[in-house]
T-cell receptor, first 113, second 111 residues
Framework: DAGVIQSPRHEVTEMGQEVTLRCKPI?????LFWYRQTMMRGLELLIY????????DSGMPEDRFSAKMPNASFSTLKIQPSEPRDSAVYFC???????????FGDGTRLSIL | AQRVTQPEKLLSVFKGAPVELKCNYS??????LFWYVQYSRQRLQLLLR??SRESIKGFTADLNKGETSFHLKKPFAQEEDSAMYYC?????????????FGGGTRLMVKP
């Protein structure tokens, strides 16, 4: 089992550009979570999906952020347009049934210049 | 709504000293508590969960419902324990398996 796979591992881009982060959950997991980690705010839940359906997106900071899960094996988090304050490490996590723990990916380190 | 508080952002101890990372929670129902660890520039990993009542890497944590705490303890810290530790809570009625994380505590174990 390769675990949760995120790409890219690092992304450096200029402000105003569109950024797309990708996540492949563990096969068979039906819940997927996007988190943002910063020094100031720690680990924040942005959005999570259950069976490909967004359940709670209250953590999404603003309309510039959007997330999709077109199928059980793929999700994207998009920022358009990006701003320097979006610089952070973005983690994806997945879990199986409700009593199972979340498994995290390696994260994407995003730097917006 | 549930909340998890880790009062210490940074905890620094010497190798061999006992360690206690504090975690307090607020939740009206029956919670499930977890500790996750993140080593430098690595992914978060599940360290332990209260329902397992196990010891991982020498760490233990006991759920104290009276004090609403789930402190993480280790009798003798090692340098390789230096990492970021997150306490997390899952509400009993949470069908989506969502976790509420604390702000994290950075543990530094000095030689």
């Amino acid at each position: 089992d390769a675990g949760v796979i995120q790409s890219p591992r690092h992304e450096v881009t200029e402000m105003g550009q569109e950024v797309t982060l990708r996540c492949k959950p563990i096969s068979g997991h039906n819940s997927l979570f996007w988190y943002r980690q910063t020094m100031m705010r720690g680990l924040e839940l942005l959005i999570y999906f259950n069976n490909n359906v967004p359940i709670d997106d209250s953590g999404m900071p603003e309309d510039r952020f959007s997330a999709k899960m077109p199928n059980a094996s793929f999700s994207t988090l998009k920022i358009q347009p990006s701003e320097p304050r979006d610089s952070a490490v973005y983690f994806c996590a997945s879990s199986a049934q409700r009593n199972q723990p979340q498994h995290f990916g390696d994260g994407t380190r995003l730097s917006i210049l | 709504a549930q909340r998890v508080t880790q009062p210490e952002k940074l905890l620094s101890v010497f190798k061999g000293a006992p360690v206690e990372l504090k975690c307090n929670y607020s939740y009206s129902g029956s919670p499930e508590l977890f500790w996750y660890v993140q080593y430098s520039r690595q992914r978060l990993q599940l360290l332990l969960r209260h329902i397992s009542r196990e010891s991982i890497k020498g760490f233990t944590a006991d759920l104290n419902k009276g004090e609403t705490s789930f402190h993480l303890k280790k009798p003798f810290a090692q340098e390789e324990d230096s990492a970021m530790y997150y306490c997390a809570l899952r509400a009993h009625n949470n069908a989506g398996n969502m976790l509420t994380f604390g702000g994290g505590t950075r543990l530094m174990v000095k030689p």
